[in-house]
């Protein structure tokens, strides 16, 4: 089988298997190689590592994970793909193909029987739709992993990385950095894809802390603290949180955890770290 990652080979196989492109499914396959060569660098790939990809399509970035990785799984949701798949990949020993969505697979289980356990790298040319549950759903149900490399929007790689003060610093940001550490790896623009997307695309890198970065005593109350402020962007920080359904402080209450952190009344949320939002939590803790 040729090497796929080039226009030619892409329509060859898909002129052969009479293959439709499913836009609910964000299918955007890969035509440049330099782009496919920077995600397995990203992602720093060895022959010791247990790869899942999530959204395999023909196989393009599969068929470099094969070469490059000890063993990959790779989950397709669209069965179309699935003899298209057994050829592209007939020549690797080392690849499963699962027609699965990635939402509802049992990673765990499926971790615990084929690699001990033991942590995993992801990588993917994420399908844009569900970029972000993608994402926060390998976090929050607490896979272990190694590092996340994927291709998403390029705006939201921006928002991803961004720091406090920064037009693009937000909840993603928030909730991503709790559990990782962003690096951008490359921007790729629509013509790397087939078809074309919309918007421009960035290769983002997120290692996983092996320590948390900060101690928080009531995750769900930060990330709500999290939620309220960047709802209500333009208000203060203690109006938001005391105007949000979700929180029951008054005002009084804020005011005095922000004082107590040394942080004034009129700040806003989007001006905050996380450090200070684990503070924030834990001091509200105490206080209520
Ligand atoms: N990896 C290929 C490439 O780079 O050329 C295809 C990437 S394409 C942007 C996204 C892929 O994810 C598509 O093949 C699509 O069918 C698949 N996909 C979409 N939703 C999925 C889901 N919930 N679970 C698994 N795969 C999904």
């Given at each position: 089988?040729a090497?796929?990652?080039?226009?030619?080979?892409?329509?060859?196989?898909?002129?052969k298997?009479?293959?439709?492109?499913?836009?609910?499914?964000?299918?955007?396959f890969?035509?440049?190689?330099?782009?496919?060569?920077?995600?397995v660098?990203?992602?720093?790939i060895?022959?010791?590592?247990f790869?899942?990809?999530?959204?395999?399509?023909?196989?393009?970035?599969t068929?470099y994970?094969?070469?490059?990785?000890?063993?990959?799984?790779?989950?397709?949701?669209?069965?179309?793909?699935?003899?298209?798949?057994?050829?592209?990949?007939?020549?690797?020993?080392n690849?499963?193909?699962?027609?699965?969505?990635?939402?509802?697979i049992?990673?765990?289980?499926?971790?615990?029987?084929?690699n001990?356990?033991?942590?995993?790298?992801?990588?993917a040319?994420?399908?844009?739709?569900?970029?972000?549950?993608?994402?926060?759903?390998?976090?929050?149900?607490?896979?272990?992993?190694?590092?996340?490399?994927?291709?998403?929007?390029?705006?939201?790689?921006?928002?991803?990385?961004?720091?406090?003060?920064?037009k693009d610093?937000?909840?993603l940001?928030?909730?991503?950095?709790?559990?990782?550490?962003?690096?951008?790896?490359?921007?790729?623009?629509?013509?790397?894809?087939?078809?074309?997307?919309n918007?421009?695309?960035?290769?983002?890198?997120?290692?996983?802390?092996q320590?948390?970065?900060?101690?928080?005593?009531?995750?769900v109350?930060?990330?709500?603290?999290?939620?309220?402020?960047?709802?209500?962007?333009?208000?203060?920080?203690?109006?938001?949180?005391?105007?949000s359904?979700?929180?029951?402080?008054?005002?009084e209450?804020?005011m005095?955890a922000?004082?107590?952190l040394?942080?004034?009344?009129?700040i806003?949320?989007?001006?905050?770290?996380?450090?200070?939002?684990a503070?924030?939590?834990?001091?509200?803790?105490?206080?209520?």
């Amino acid at each position: 089988m040729a090497k796929l990652g080039n226009p030619k080979n892409t329509i060859e196989i898909l002129n052969k298997y009479k293959f439709v492109f499913q836009k609910k499914f964000g299918q955007n396959f890969l035509i440049d190689t330099h782009v496919l060569d920077k995600i397995v660098k990203a992602a720093e790939i060895t022959k010791d590592d247990f790869v899942l990809e999530i959204g395999p399509g023909i196989g393009t970035l599969t068929q470099y994970l094969c070469e490059n990785a000890r063993e990959v799984i790779a989950v397709e949701i669209d069965k179309a793909l699935i003899p298209i798949l057994s050829e592209t990949l007939s020549e690797y020993q080392n690849v499963t193909v699962l027609n699965e969505d990635i939402l509802k697979i049992d990673l765990k289980t499926l971790i615990k029987e084929r690699n001990n356990g033991n942590p995993i790298k992801v990588v993917a040319n994420l399908p844009y739709y569900i970029t972000t549950p993608i994402i926060m759903d390998l976090f929050e149900r607490q896979i272990p992993l190694i590092n996340v490399t994927v291709m998403v929007q390029k705006e939201v790689a921006d928002r991803m990385q961004a720091s406090p003060g920064s037009k693009d610093y937000g909840a993603l940001s928030l909730a991503v950095q709790y559990y990782a550490k962003p690096y951008i790896a490359a921007n790729v623009p629509p013509n790397c894809f087939m078809p074309r997307p919309n918007v421009g695309s960035a290769v983002i890198r997120l290692l996983l802390h092996q320590d948390p970065p900060i101690i928080v005593k009531d995750e769900v109350l930060m990330f709500r603290l999290i939620r309220a402020s960047f709802n209500q962007r333009r208000k203060t920080l203690v109006n938001g949180l005391n105007n949000s359904p979700d929180l029951s402080f008054n005002k009084e209450v804020i005011m005095e955890a922000l004082h107590s952190l040394g942080l004034s009344e009129k700040i806003r949320g989007e001006a905050l770290s996380l450090n200070q939002f684990a503070s924030l939590a834990n001091r509200l803790s105490e206080l209520n």
